[in-house]
C-alpha cells in the first residue's frame, strides 16, 4: 500500500462546475496536509494545508480532512480552464519534522 | 525576493558522466529539500538538510548520489558516474522552519536527460 494515494485521472470537469480531487494516506499519526498544484513543465506550487479535522476554505478552494477516515479532498468551485493542472497530495506523518510524502498527483482537465 | 534558483535549468549527458546540480535556497530559510520527480514514481524526496546539516538521506537511491551544503545559500546534489535511469526533473526546495506547519517552496527544476 502507498503512503499517500490519489487516483491518477484524467479527471475531466466542464468550466464552472464543482471539481473533486481526492486523497487518502496510511499513517493514522500522520499531522499536517497539503495540497499543490503543478501546471505542466512547472514547478509545484502550495495553494492549500489543512491540519485539523474539518473543512478549511480559501476563496474557490475548499480542503476537507477526516483523519479517521485517513481522507483529505480539495474541492474547487466554479471551475476554470486556468484550474487545468496536476495536483499533488502531501502528507507530513511526524510533527516537528519536515518530511513530505507525496502521492502520485490528479491531473484536472477544465473543459470550457 | 527571488525564490529558489537551481541551474543548470536542462542537463543532457551521456551515461557514465558527471553531473552537478545547484540550487540557492530563498534567503532566511533554514531547511532545504532535493526531490527527483518521474513519471512512474512520481515524486520523491531524495535528502534534506537543517542549517545546512542532512537530516534524512534514506531517499538517495544509491551511493552514486550524493549531496552536499557547505553554506546556507548552495547546495548541490552529484550524481557520479550517471545512468539513462537517472534521467528525472530535480527538483530543490526551501523552508523557513520558524512556520510552524512547514510550506515547502520549490524552485524551476533541472530536466536531466542522462543518454
Known amino acids: 500500500q502507498k503512503e499517500v494515494e490519489q487516483n491518477s485521472g484524467p479527471l475531466s470537469v466542464p468550466e464552472g462546475a464543482i471539481a473533486s480531487l481526492n486523497c487518502t494516506y496510511s499513517?493514522?499519526?500522520?499531522?499536517?496536509f497539503f495540497w499543490y498544484r503543478q501546471y505542466s513543465g512547472k514547478s509545484p506550487e502550495l495553494i492549500m494545508s489543512?491540519?485539523?479535522?474539518g473543512d478549511k476554505e480559501d476563496g474557490r478552494f475548499t480542503a476537507q480532512l477526516n483523519k479517521a477516515s485517513q481522507y483529505v479532498s480539495l474541492l474547487i468551485r466554479d471551475s476554470q480552464p486556468s484550474d487545468s493542472a496536476t495536483y499533488l497530495c502531501?502528507?507530513?506523518?511526524?510533527?516537528?519534522?519536515?518530511?513530505?510524502?507525496f502521492g502520485q498527483g490528479t491531473r484536472l482537465t477544465i473543459n470550457p | 525576493d527571488a525564490g529558489v534558483i537551481q541551474s543548470p535549468r536542462h542537463e543532457v549527458t551521456e551515461m557514465g558522466q558527471e553531473v552537478t546540480l545547484r540550487c540557492k535556497p530563498i534567503?532566511?530559510?533554514?531547511?532545504l529539500f532535493w526531490y527527483r520527480q518521474t513519471m512512474m514514481r512520481g515524486l520523491e524526496l531524495l535528502i534534506y538538510?537543517?542549517?545546512?546539516?542532512?537530516?534524512?538521506d534514506s531517499g538517495m537511491p544509491e551511493d552514486r548520489f550524493s549531496a552536499k551544503m557547505p553554506n546556507a545559500s548552495f547546495s548541490t546534489l552529484k550524481i557520479q558516474p550517471s545512468e539513462p535511469r537517472d534521467s528525472a526533473v530535480y527538483f530543490c526546495?526551501?523552508?523557513?522552519?520558524?512556520?510552524?506547519?512547514?510550506?515547502?517552496?520549490f524552485g524551476p527544476g533541472t530536466r536531466l536527460t542522462v543518454l
Open positions: 489543512i491540519y485539523s479535522n
Open positions: 502531501a502528507v507530513k506523518k511526524v510533527q516537528g519534522a519536515q518530511k513530505l510524502v
Open positions: 526546495a526551501s523552508s523557513p522552519r520558524q512556520v510552524l506547519y512547514n510550506e515547502q517552496f
Open positions: 534567503s532566511g530559510h533554514n531547511s
Open positions: 538538510f537543517n542549517n545546512n546539516v542532512p537530516i534524512d
Open positions: 499513517d493514522r499519526g500522520s499531522q499536517s
